[in-house]
């Protein structure tokens, strides 16, 4: 076998190991190190067994993660997320946003959404999002009357909202890679998130509308007085917008960079915990403990990732897919089409990590050829990877969500319930296809174009 022949090997043998349910980030390694040792060969130079340049490289890729500097925010943003998870702040701004949407048809939908998208930009991390609404909002909807199907899908589409809004961790990792502004980025992620999640909410208020029985409205007699309400959004609400905005803010006003103000969004999360007064020892430990965790987590899978595409482009592998899609002669659009729908197919079995550290860097050197701005091309990515936690049988939000609720849902519901909105995520990447500007019009505005 030629070297790009085992390169495709090697990625098919890894996407059907990690099928049977081995850890993702130690199947990258094992890989990695298994045929990195095959390709660096040379029986020339061996002293010893493991004289061989793949455990150089795999150190120089660990070092390489550990003193990255743009990836200093992803353990700032962790800990901001978890504080405020912990400390029982989304609770508050649930039940508050519930309040005052309380006059929409499907007003609890449109209050967890809305959560999402606001806890969305407290932290990327999707199965923390879907599995804290799992247990606050879904049973509480479902107390309400409300369709066991349309609540899931609510919880679930919700929940993956932190992959595409800012401070998102994988616009940062998009951006080490593609070697892009994180500035620029989070800039031209606002209004793709905001309007995501806004045709989540039009479909939601839609759906109750024609078919009130899905979402009851709630009784005259649980609604509180106007200023209970106004109290509850000044107490819960704004205290945490205000910060939220600070953060984002001093990035995309060039005030700090994206590790500057995790670092300052993280020490404002503690701020807000303890004022509500529900800043415990036990809770700052259980933060400390995730962040470490997921950290951790999040640095093998680099780690992995990084030797793994290292070792498959050495073999020839990115070549030769490069040569594939370009023997095609593919249109501008066929391009765009084909990488996404690749991308959309990677999202069964692989996590998003995978995907942007190992198959995005084979369509960006095409960029350039079918005229495709980088930026552009990594909103369309975030979009699409929102199906990839939503798509059957492989749908982790879905997993997630039944992780947490238990007997009270079938997965089967689940899945009929996030069937909506793909199409709906399909959708918009149509739209921002269309109307680039969605996605290029904020950073060209606040940074200026890109010459070229």
């Known amino acids: 076998m030629t070297d790009p022949q085992i390169a495709i090997m090697m990625l098919g043998l890894f996407i059907f190991i990690v099928m049977l349910g081995f850890p993702i980030a130690f199947t990258l390694i094992a890989m990695g190190l298994g045929f990195g040792y095959y390709a660096y060969y040379d029986p020339l130079r061996m002293d010893n ?5 793949i455990f150089d490289l795999f150190v120089q890729n660990t070092f390489s993660v550990m003193s990255n500097d743009v990836l200093v925010a992803v353990p700032l943003f962790l800990f901001m997320g978890y504080i405020v998870e912990r400390a029982n702040i989304v609770n508050r701004l649930f039940f508050s946003i519930q309040l005052a949407a309380r006059n929409l048809p499907g007003s609890m939908a449109v209050a967890a959404l809305a959560t999402c998208a606001v806890f969305a930009t ?3 991390i999707i199965g923390a999002v879907v599995t804290l609404m799992g247990m606050l909002a879904f049973p509480a909807m479902l107390a309400k009357g409300y369709d066991t199907r349309f609540a899931a899908g609510v919880i679930c589409a919700g929940g993956c909202l932190g992959i595409l809004i800012p401070p998102s961790i994988m616009l940062i990792v998009y951006a080490a890679i593609a070697e892009l502004s994180p500035l620029r980025l989070y800039a031209a992620a606002m209004f793709p998130g905001l309007m995501l999640a806004g045709m989540y909410m039009i479909y939601v208020v839609g759906r109750a509308t024609l078919n009130p029985s899905l979402a009851p409205k709630p009784a005259e007699e649980e609604i509180p007085h106007f200023s209970r309400i106004l109290w509850e959004l000044m107490t819960s609400f704004v205290p945490l917008a205000v910060l939220i905005l600070s953060v984002l803010g001093a990035i995309l006003g060039g005030l700090a960079t994206p590790a500057e103000a995790a ?13 509500y007064r529900s800043l415990t020892w036990q809770r700052l430990k259980e933060a400390v403990f995730l962040t470490a965790k997921t950290s951790a987590m999040v640095c093998w899978l680099f780690v992995g990732s990084w030797t793994f595409a290292s070792v498959f482009s050495y073999l020839g592998g990115h070549d030769l897919i490069q040569e594939w899609v370009l023997s095609m002669e593919l249109s501008t659009v066929g391009f765009l089409v084909l990488a996404q729908a690749i991308i959309f197919l990677l999202g069964w079995p692989l ?4 995907i942007i550290i190992i198959f995005v860097p084979i369509f960006l050197p095409m960029l350039p050829t079918f005229n495709v701005d980088p930026l552009f091309f990594g909103m369309l990515v975030a979009l699409n990877l929102q199906t990839s936690f939503l798509t059957p049988p492989m749908a982790m939000a879905a997993y997630y969500l039944k992780g947490v609720a238990g ?5 089967m519901d689940i899945f009929r319930g996030i069937m909506p909105y793909l199409a709906i995520v399909i959708l918009a990447m149509v739209l921002m296809y269309n109307f680039p500007g969605i996605a290029l019009w904020l950073p ?5 174009k890109v010459p070229g």
């Open 122 to 124: 407290a932290t990327g």
């Open 444 to 448: 060209d505005a606040l940074f200026g």
């Open 263 to 275: 670092g300052v969004g993280a020490f404002g999360g503690l701020v807000l915990a303890a004022s």
């Open 351 to 354: 996590e998003w990590t995978e």
């Open 407 to 411: 007997s009270t849902v079938e997965l």
């Open 49 to 53: 067994l493991f004289d061989n340049r």
